[in-house]
């Protein structure tokens, strides 16, 4: 008993060391230890795999969703259309499509669709149908729009502004007539 009592008290005196002890690296490692007895220490290294979110959305498939919608939540999200009707083209890449003036969406063909041989396939007139997808971009100043999309007049450019997204297309199919 006494041999008891005198371990229990020297343990008591001795300075508490904690049973797990955390520390974050850079690398995100985490050091876990975890001390019973000074004879017996585990220690455990974990380096968490990085993190992914990955947030699967449906493609926008009618304008008169973009067109209803609060548009700014819009911004990144994919778009496809099937059979929507050209109503008036703007320059060599930008042209309106939708059932009318009032429920309709500007299209910017991606420049990969409007350089090199393809520039010559790929010719938008008013009235065809096509199918279309793409991701909804934010509209770009009034300026730069100009820049970037020749054939843009100012009063178009500023029109623009209020539309607030476009649709960047990066996939083009023209419907027969």
């Known amino acids: 008993m006494t041999l008891l009592v005198s371990g229990l008290t020297a343990c008591a005196s001795e300075p508490k060391q904690p049973d797990v002890v955390v520390v974050p690296t850079p690398q995100a490692t ?15 290294v974990a380096t968490p795999s990085p993190l992914t979110t990955v947030v699967q959305t449906e493609p926008i498939t009618d304008v008169l969703v973009i067109t209803n919608a609060n548009k700014q939540t819009l911004i990144d999200k994919p778009v496809q259309f099937t059979n929507v009707k050209v109503q008036s083209v703007v320059g060599d890449r930008t042209f309106w499509v939708g059932s009318s003036n009032a429920q309709r969406v500007f299209v910017v063909l991606a420049p990969n669709l409007d350089e090199g041989t393809v520039e ?18 934010p509209v770009p100043s009034v300026k730069q729009a100009q ?6 007049s100012a009063t178009e450019a500023q029109g623009l502004k209020e539309q607030i997204i476009y649709l960047q297309a990066s996939q083009i199919r023209f419907k027969p007539s």
Not at 33 to 39: D, F, G, L, R, S
Not at 120 to 137: I, R
Not at 147 to 152: F, H, I, R
């Open 147 to 152: 820049q970037q999309w020749k054939g843009l």
């Open 30 to 44: 985490v050091t876990v230890t975890a001390t019973a007895t000074p004879e017996a220490t585990n220690t455990v």
């Open 120 to 137: 010559n396939k790929v010719v938008v007139k008013p009235g065809q149908t096509l199918d279309l997808a793409g991701v909804l971009k």
